[in-house]
């Protein structure tokens, strides 16, 4: 089992740049998160979807955008990348709301 | 809003030695905590998932509490080896988080051989 898969493992950008972090899950879970963790910080959620084709933001969701057109696939896509999305970003996954969360191995994002 | 505090913030342990980490939210009003663990440079593990209506979940050498009234979770870790070392991190999901996991900035242990 694959689980949650998350591309590239690491990403230097220049200040101004756009990229789209990718996740895929194989589980068939419904819910699917975008976090970023920041050093010495908890984890912050950007984004949420409960299925395909439904996506909200979460606490810090400026400067991201992120679609849900299938159940497997969760892209977080980054418009004019900031010193300030300096950070890893987990996509994870679960069955439900009050279920288990699976993660992915993150994304470790540069922006200089 | 949901505050989520884990005490200590780094633990050493000698090889053997049966330790507890805590962790403490400050509104009851929740679904479930969940523990993970963390290596470096990798993704979250999910180790127990502990329901609202639940008082502890085990799993190996691993036994999670949850008491809502006092808003506390203890991780208890039995003869700790040196691969238990890593960070530890405590999450809250609940009704006034949305769809939010609350989490706290961990605790790192080292259980040294």
């Known amino acids: 089992n694959a689980g949650v898969t998350q591309t590239p493992k690491f990403r230097i950008l220049k200040i101004g740049q756009s990229m789209t972090l990718q996740c895929t899950q194989d589980?068939?879970?419904?819910?699917m998160y975008w976090y970023r963790q920041d050093p010495g910080m908890g984890l912050k959620l950007i984004y949420y979807s409960v299925g395909a084709g439904i996506t909200d933001k979460g606490e810090v969701p400026n400067g991201y955008n992120v679609s849900r057109s299938t159940t497997e696939d969760f892209p977080l896509r980054l418009e004019l990348a900031a010193p300030s999305q300096t950070s890893v970003y987990f996509c994870?996954?679960?069955?439900?709301?009050?279920?288990?969360?699976?993660f992915g191995s993150g994304t470790q994002l540069s922006v200089l | 809003k949901q505050e989520v505090t884990q005490i200590p913030a780094a633990l050493s342990v000698p090889e053997g030695e049966n330790l507890v980490l805590n962790c403490s939210f400050t509104?009851?009003?929740?679904?479930?905590l969940q523990w993970f663990r963390q290596d470096p440079g990798k993704g979250l593990t999910s180790l127990l998932l502990?329901?609202?209506?639940?008082r502890e979940q085990t799993s190996g050498r691993l036994n999670a509490s949850l008491d809502k009234s006092s808003g506390r979770s203890t991780l208890y870790i039995a003869a700790s080896q040196p691969g238990d070392s890593a960070t530890y991190l405590c999450?809250?999901?609940?009704?006034?988080?949305?769809?939010?996991?609350?989490f706290g900035k961990g605790t790192s242990l080292l259980v040294t051989p």
């Open positions: 999450a809250v999901s609940g009704s006034n988080s949305g769809y939010a996991l609350n």
């Open positions: 589980m068939n879970h419904n819910y």
């Open positions: 509104d009851s009003a929740i679904y479930n």
């Open positions: 502990i329901q609202s209506s639940q």
């Open positions: 994870a996954s679960s069955y439900s709301r009050d279920a288990g969360l699976f």
